[in-house]
């Protein structure tokens, strides 16, 4: 597998992703004029194709946020955690995609993988940031610390898709809050 050949396979499935169509194996192979068993070997299945899309995707959008986010400490984590969170939820394309396949998007966003990677990393660069600068007190490691609040995120955000009325910001937002609160002890 080239690097070359899997950027291009990677670019045409976002151009279809960006437009909010379905990411089709076999029309994509026509796309790029290559094979099928050539797509499969450059991008792998369409799970993990989708889920590398959807992977660079996410970090457009925590630099995007992490590039906006105001105030410092426990107030520029919310702030980040927050415009992700809005930013995604009102996403065009990952609406269409959510309306047109919700397990699909559920297991690759939901399951440890390349999305939840990103999302994790991202974040604890950011909490590392606020800490290292000695605007934040952390109760546990940054990266453990990312990695509970993308679940909780994770969970408050796709509550649609997993049956509930809409998705959950607030209460999401609160919840990361209560772990970015300085201990009585501290």
Same mark, same amino acid.
């Given at each position: 597998?080239?690097? *070359? %050949?899997?950027?291009?396979?990677?670019?045409?499935?976002?151009?279809?992703?960006?437009?909010? *169509?379905?990411?089709?194996?076999? @029309? +994509?192979?026509?796309? +790029?004029? &290559?094979?099928?068993?050539?797509?499969?070997?450059?991008?792998?299945?369409?799970?993990?194709? +989708?889920?590398?899309?959807? #992977?660079?995707?996410?970090?457009?959008?925590?630099?995007? @946020?992490?590039?906006?986010?105001?105030?410092?400490? @426990?107030?520029?984590?919310? *702030?980040?955690?927050?415009? &992700?969170?809005?930013?995604?939820?009102? #996403?065009?394309?990952?609406?269409?995609?959510?309306?047109?396949? $919700?397990? +699909?998007?559920?297991? !690759?966003?939901?399951? $440890?993988?390349?999305?939840?990677? &990103?999302? @994790?990393?991202?974040?604890?660069?950011?909490?590392?940031?606020?800490? *290292?600068?000695?605007?934040?007190?952390?109760?546990?490691?940054?990266?453990? !610390?990312?990695?509970?609040? &993308?679940?909780?995120?994770?969970?408050?955000?796709?509550?649609?898709?997993? %049956?509930?009325?809409?998705?959950?910001?607030?209460?999401?937002?609160?919840?990361? %809050?209560?772990?970015?609160? $300085?201990?009585?002890? %501290?």
């Amino acid at each position: 597998m080239t690097t *070359d %050949g899997r950027r291009r396979v990677i670019d045409a499935a976002t151009r279809r992703y960006l437009a909010g *169509d379905p990411i089709d194996m076999s @029309a +994509l192979a026509a796309e +790029l004029g &290559v094979g099928r068993a050539t797509l499969y070997r450059h991008a792998g299945n369409r799970d993990a194709l +989708l889920a590398a899309v959807l #992977a660079e995707a996410t970090e457009r959008t925590y630099r995007k @946020a992490i590039a906006s986010a105001r105030g410092t400490g @426990a107030a520029r984590v919310l *702030d980040f955690v927050e415009t &992700v969170m809005r930013d995604v939820e009102s #996403a065009p394309p990952l609406r269409a995609l959510t309306a047109r396949e $919700p397990m +699909l998007f559920i297991r !690759l966003a939901l399951m $440890p993988g390349a999305i939840e990677d &990103v999302s @994790a990393a991202l974040t604890a660069q950011v909490i590392q940031v606020e800490a *290292d600068a000695g605007r934040l007190a952390l109760p546990l490691p940054a990266a453990t !610390l990312a990695s509970a609040i &993308v679940r909780i995120c994770d969970v408050h955000l796709y509550a649609p898709l997993l %049956g509930g009325d809409h998705a959950e910001i607030d209460t999401a937002v609160e919840l990361v %809050g209560l772990l970015l609160r $300085p201990s009585p002890a %501290g």
